[in-house]
């Protein structure tokens, strides 16, 4: 079966740096997306890697590994506004989007 | 804002209610998807429609009835639901059905209550 693993809640301190990790074990490999949510919002993209190695975007960071079907979404200089559940997405062989359950993120200040 | 709205926002229905859930967007895309959100759960594909075609279903009970009139209205036409069908209901959509690689914009879903 196909499988995303992402930690289920995170809690870290305003100002720190928090790694979400997400594994997957899929039937094919099409590129991996993280996808920010707040609570009663709609998901909004973060990023998206199709090779390995890391994409920065601002205090956002992606690195992928393929051969290790591993994934983290790194957060620099945490704000509160970071507070959101992180939703980790692959696109399988089929072209199907396989989607984890989310890690809920706890900032406190 | 991501151009992509839902109506309405919070809804309770009781089991032998008929009711739609409506969703357009505003981003000129040419695929949209319905999505269900449990807690705890993974995001769950419904239905989802291609130039207002509908390429897939995956193995969703006929009480959820899904119509696609144009490219940017979308609706989900509900009846006889179960209390297990409470959740948050998402659309989103996309430039092209490219093969899942393509991002998706969400609506901030509808939260669905069935007593």
């Known amino acids: 079966g196909q499988n995303i693993d992402q930690p289920t809640e995170m809690t870290a301190t305003e100002g720190a740096i928090v790694q979400i990790n997400c594994t997957y074990q899929?039937?094919?490999?099409?590129?991996l997306f993280w996808y920010q949510q707040h609570a009663g919002e709609a998901p909004t993209f973060l990023s998206y890697?199709?090779l390995d190695g890391l994409e920065e975007k601002g205090r956002f960071s992606s690195f992928l590994s393929r051969s290790k079907g591993y994934s983290y979404l790194l957060l620099k200089e945490l704000q509160m506004k970071d507070s959101a559940s992180y939703l980790c997405?692959?696109?399988?062989?089929?072209?199907?989007?396989?989607w984890g359950a989310g890690t809920k993120l706890i900032i406190k200040p | 804002e991501t151009g992509v709205t839902q109506t309405p926002r919070h809804l309770v229905m009781g089991m032998t209610n008929k009711k739609s859930l409506k969703c357009e967007q505003h981003?000129?895309?040419?695929?949209m998807y319905w999505y269900k959100q449990s807690a705890k759960k993974p995001l769950e594909l419904m239905f989802v429609?291609?130039?207002?075609?509908?390429?897939e279903n995956n193995s969703v009970p006929s009480r959820f009835s899904p119509e696609c009139p144009n490219s940017s209205h979308l609706f989900l036409h509900l009846h006889t639901l179960q209390p297990e069908d409470s959740a948050l209901y998402l659309c989103?959509?996309?430039?092209?059905?490219?093969?899942?690689?393509?991002?998706?914009?969400f609506g901030p879903g509808t939260r669905l209550t069935v007593l």
């Open positions: 890697n199709v």
């Open positions: 429609y291609n130039f207002k075609e509908q390429t």
């Open positions: 899929t039937s094919g490999f099409n590129g």
């Open positions: 997405a692959v696109t399988d062989s089929n072209y199907q989007l396989i």
């Open positions: 989103a959509s996309s430039q092209e059905l490219a093969g899942g690689t393509d991002t998706q914009y």
């Open positions: 981003l000129g895309h040419n695929a």
